[in-house]
């Protein structure tokens, strides 16, 4: 007999068909004999539909009460599923984040979880009840709403997979696992059976957007064994643990790419103490975020200064760089909002040298001029100019053999 | 300063713009050195459309969890309209049933309310907050969500002016207050002023749907003042207390009607102990809610037995009739549901016999043949063809000169 953790976001709940096919997948696993905790997400469109509503009387809600407004989402659907897995004779009991005190700091809008008190729902297991809880939401100290920010359904799972000690938490979604690269670029793309966190978090923060990054850390921080699987297929998804044992260890994982960034250079900036927190305070002070920085050693007394941002916020971070720079006394400044970045990720590189020249190497051969390199232990990225995004993803996911089942290296290095 | 509890039913909140004109209302009434508590309603239509949801899934929906939905409706209107009078500079909080203690028994979909924790509101009166709480639902000492049955945030108003000792629980409504009988029927309809606890209820339950029985009946017990306001218009509404004192007490407070009903008749039971435990008890124990019963004096052995029903459960009582009319050797069952009830209320008939003669006497006058009679200490009802109903309205309104200001006895006692 298992405790699993199931996770159903909003697509997999974005209709009465879609809720009563969780709670028939949840009853047949039940009368398997697992014992069951469902976590779920509003039904889809619902959260920006109340957003919506919130919005039209203030641009700028009152934060506290836009969560109590917020958290009705998922309020409608643990009752909903609820109904719906009574009504199949396995009984069946909703709660809240409040009910259950998900217990949170006060940062309405996105506060992060303090602690659970699982024993209401260990109780509820005991009677051989499914339990259903309401996601991304939970309550302060003083029993004031809060929600956990966007795809904080999946922290929630996370979170109470780990309070309960439950043997898996499974995170349904539309797609039914992490592949290599994103099958749409490369058709070839594979499906991965198994990750590390660490593996999962630089593919999930460089743009394969499977799960909220914040859950991959919990899940990683208390050991929780995460699987993603489709809704909708069955299979066995991709498990995700902190290691990945023996000889079936993959040297790279996958490649994540994106085209929501772009960059911006100051040129020819007096190289002295202080320089990049005179060019990058006023970025972040005005609530932009930065992803990629980089200077390299400096010439003649000056130096150039290159970081990216989100696309979105370019124009604005431009024009604050241009203030800088008159005042900093640089020569230029630059941008460029039509760039990708390509990432290689994999936890076998850091035995192998090789990764990052054959990414370089794989890049030259089809003629891809590289803007930008960047490096973690696990990851290599690169910027490159938008037009070559597809190409370079399928001619590394090639070059690393990507295509084919795990298990030895390829040929190349 | 006084501290007043003011309640919006869902049509006073079922637009934005009029969500919005509770916030101005609310936020003018502050400046002015009032202390609030709003307690608010679903948005028209949201429980009809939360219920459609459950049914969709489930004709019998597990009633746990459908109180765990329904009452997300009105946690939507507690945080819209502290959104919009926080967005006016007054600052808000609003409050689930849950989250001040507004503890119920666990009788789920129709609880009653058992005891309030007052002490976090008053923390927020005395901070110059404006109290928004979410009416018609509650919570049971185990934690669960439970609601209060249709009308239940009237309950939740009152029941909050007590708790809290308030001056005043003002009920806004789409009305002005209540009138002396329906001004559709008698445009010379007149709205009164004030009204005991005692006639409120005899007209609220008869027919005249302004307040919800229950709430007035706390309002009783606990001694709170009641006020009917419009939500649309402005006015002095109709006051409702425990006494209404001097000169100025009218005879007769209104008259009350309706078509709801249909009565049944078994002829020729055989007149012993217990004939009429016989003929009602397959009768409730059918869940058939029973009215008007009359049974007069026996002749030959053999008595008659007349009761009314509401008519959609017509024919499910005639059916049942039938049955014990075989088992009791009744002579034969005649029924009608094409009648209408009239009632005269008002606590002067207490100390004047000649009401119950002056409305049979206009009655015959009109040629208006009376089926049943049945009176209480403040009211007198009798039973008609449904066809007399305008007609017998009138004429009574017009013989008690209702549409006059109250202050002296009408000229044809």
């Given at each position: ?160 997979t780990a309070a309960l000690g439950a043997d898996e938490c ?182 192998h040298a090789g990764i990052a020249s054959t990414m370089f ?53």
């Amino acid at each position: 007999m298992t405790l699993i953790v199931q996770k159903f976001g909003g697509t997999s709940v974005g209709t009465l068909e879609r809720i009563e096919a969780v709670a028939e997948k949840l009853v047949a696993s039940r009368r398997q004999g697992h014992d069951l905790v469902a976590v779920v997400s509003a039904m889809s469109g619902e959260t920006n539909r109340l957003l919506g509503l919130a919005h039209e009387i203030d641009t700028q809600p009152n934060p506290r009460e836009l969560d109590v407004l917020l958290s009705t989402g998922e309020q409608v659907t643990i009752a909903l599923l609820s109904i719906a897995i009574e009504k199949r004779g396995i009984p069946a009991r909703s709660y809240t984040g409040a009910q259950v005190h998900i217990r949170t700091d006060s940062a309405y809008n996105k506060a992060r979880i303090q602690e659970i008190d699982a024993q209401r729902i260990r109780d509820d297991l005991s009677h051989g009840r499914i339990v259903v809880v309401a996601g991304f939401q939970g309550v302060d100290e003083k029993g004031n709403i809060t929600t956990l920010g966007r795809g904080g359904s999946d922290t929630t799972a996370v979170a109470l997979t780990a309070a309960l000690g439950a043997d898996e938490c499974q995170i349904y979604t539309d797609v039914d696992g992490v592949y290599t690269t994103d099958p749409r670029v490369v058709p070839e793309a594979r499906r991965l059976d198994h990750l590390t966190y660490e593996e999962m978090l630089e593919l999930a923060s460089l743009g394969a957007k499977v799960l909220q990054i914040r859950s991959v850390e919990f899940a990683s921080k208390y050991q929780v064994p995460l699987r993603v699987l489709s809704s909708f297929e069955s299979g066995e998804g991709t498990l995700i643990t902190a290691e990945v044992e023996g000889m079936e260890e993959p040297l790279i994982s996958g490649i994540a790419f994106n085209r929501d960034e772009a960059k911006l250079t100051i040129l020819g900036v007096p190289d002295k103490p202080g320089v990049a927190y005179h060019i990058l305070g006023p970025i972040s002070g005005a609530n932009i975020g930065v992803d990629m920085i980089i200077q390299n050693v400096g010439r003649d007394g000056t130096t150039d200064f290159t970081f990216t941002v989100h696309r979105n916020d370019y124009l604005k971070a431009l024009k604050i760089l241009r203030e800088s720079s008159r005042t900093l006394g640089a020569r230029e400044v630059t941008g460029d909002d039509k760039i990708a970045k390509i990432s290689v990720v994999g936890v076998g590189m850091r035995s192998h040298a090789g990764i990052a020249s054959t990414m370089f190497h794989t890049l030259a051969q089809e003629g891809i001029n590289i803007q930008m390199i960047s490096t973690s232990e696990i990851k290599v990225s690169v910027v490159v100019d938008e037009k070559y995004l597809e190409l370079g993803v399928r001619a590394l996911h090639s070059a690393f053999e990507l295509e084919k089942t795990p298990g030895r290296i390829p040929s190349s290095l």
